[in-house]
T-cell receptor, first 116, second 110 residues
Framework: EPEVTQTPSHQVTQMGQEVILRCVPI?????FYWYRQILGQKVEFLVS????????KSEIFDDQFSVERPDGSNFTLKIRSTKLEDSAMYFC??????????????FGEGSWLTVV | GQNIDQPTEMTATEGAIVQINCTYQ??????LFWYQQHAGEAPTFLSY????GLEEKGRFSSFLSRSKGYSYLLLKELQMKDSASYLC???????????FGAGTTVTVRA
């Protein structure tokens, strides 16, 4: 079964450093997402991406965050200057379509980011 | 935005049935999803409701009442592997994203 893949699975970084999390969405999917989950808390939406541009973003997704689809397969999340509170599991997700009924969002296994 | 409420924890015995309730308040509505999440893993899709009524998928069923802003996930013939967090998520009309509740941790005991 096709799946969303993410790298790295774990990353430890120092506060203030830049981090890039990488994702390969399911190949025929057109909508891409990043979510995060701080330990013990709920899954929170960060950003959605369609047709090479951001379609929606949350208030969490401030100027330190950016997303990019550098080629036909990868989808990346960059955090420019990490803070301690950015420590979380970051999930990439994708879906075939955005708004049609029954459209399901499929999640990758996550990238666990620890900022020290 | 959405306000999505579900119980924090539930415990049940192997072989039993558990019902996880979810209430939501949204400005619009375009579907309710249930996901299962084992500790440290990704959420995996269980079910989807957009119309009122019951959707059955093997041991799992999900119900929706749009007028009441209410859904439940029913887990039958519980197995130890069903111990996990169950996430209720709602999509607003016009949105691409899902908004998640905090999740209900279900513990299945022998």
């Amino acid at each position: 079964e096709p799946e969303v893949t993410q790298t790295p699975s774990h990353q430890v970084t120092q506060m203030g450093q830049e981090v890039i999390l990488r994702c390969v969405p399911i190949s025929n999917h057109l909508y891409f997402y990043w979510y995060r989950q701080i330990l013990g808390q709920k899954v929170e939406f960060l950003v959605s991406f369609y047709n090479n541009e951001i379609s929606e973003k949350s208030e969490i997704f401030d100027d330190q965050f950016s997303v990019e689809r550098p080629d036909g397969s990868n989808f990346t999340l960059k955090i420019r200057s990490t803070k301690l509170e950015d420590s979380a599991m970051y999930f990439c997700a994708s879906s075939v379509e955005g708004l049609s009924s029954g459209n399901t969002i499929y999640f990758g296994e996550g990238s666990w980011l620890t900022v020290v | 935005g959405q306000n999505i409420d579900q119980p924090t924890e539930m415990t049940a015995t192997e072989g039993a049935i558990v019902q996880i309730n979810c209430t939501y308040q949204t400005s619009g509505f375009n579907g309710l999803f249930w996901y299962q999440q084992h500790a440290g893993e990704a959420p995996t899709f269980l079910s989807y409701n957009v119309l009122d009524g019951l959707e059955e998928k093997g041991r799992f069923s999900s119900f929706l009442s749009r007028s009441k802003g209410y859904s439940y996930l029913l887990l039958k013939e519980l197995q130890m592997k069903d111990s996990a967090s169950y996430l209720c998520a709602v999509r607003d009309d016009g949105d691409y994203k899902l908004s998640f509740g905090a999740g209900t941790t279900v513990t299945v005991r022998a």
